[in-house]
């Protein structure tokens, strides 16, 4: 095939009312000019990443309009515009994968072209990370004092599968999601880099580790175990065997 005619059709002329809306031109020419790139893998690396950016563009608009419909507390919205972003999140998941059909090899001359380039400076990653905090704090508002509920009251005492809860929920998945990039994106160093490189060593792997246990609403996770515990309290540290219970529930009659 010619080469050159295709990468010139790819690029579009721009004059079309369709290029001109989505301003394909300057969006195609986001990406090195194709004999400057390192090899043919550098292409999918600056795309992935540069889709990654859009994806957590659209994350962090959609969040500022969640936290508006929680501060009104116009749950149903809230709820609609969580699934959207929790759909971003699951996207930002399975497109990194695209990055591990990239050989180590490959991967090691793209590097070279990075300069001090490091995802830490993503501004998508840092302003959705500075949100995420602010967004407990209108939840918190709104669905627990405003309320006068504590999270134990939305999830065991007051449990009603109300407003409140369905809320907490969403912003659980995207706790969750969030978590799952991390792990996602060490699997696919760990992938490409390997873990033990020594360059890996002190900071950026601490850094990783550290994002690894870290949790955006800790209280939405430790109220599963004290829900468990309480009702372990009920019957016991340890439950008898199915078949050792009269009704095979293995909870003891009181
Ligand atoms: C082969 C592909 C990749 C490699 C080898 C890689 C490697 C790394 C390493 C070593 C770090 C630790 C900090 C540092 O040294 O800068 C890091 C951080 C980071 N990378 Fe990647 N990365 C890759 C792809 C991606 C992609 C596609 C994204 C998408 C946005 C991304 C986003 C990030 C973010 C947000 C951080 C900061 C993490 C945090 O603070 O918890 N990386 N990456």
Redesign the pocket.
Known sequence: MNREKYYEMIGGDGTLDYEIYLNTHSLLSCQKPYDALANHDELQFQI??QV?ELWMKLMAFTLLEIDDYMAERQSNRVLTLFRRVHLLQQHLISQ?AL?ETMSPKE?QEIRLQLGNG???E?PG?RTLLKMAPELWDTFERVYLTGDGKSVDDIYDGGYDHGDGFMVAEAMADFDELFQRF?YH?IQ??HR??GLDAKS?KGR?VE??QN?LKSQFYPALWSVRGRMTDNWGASYGREREALGATSDGSGIKAH
């Open positions: 992935v990443h990654e990194i990055l991967y490091s995802g830490q993503s990653f991390r994106h696919l160093i490409s880099i890996l950026p850094i990783l994002g």
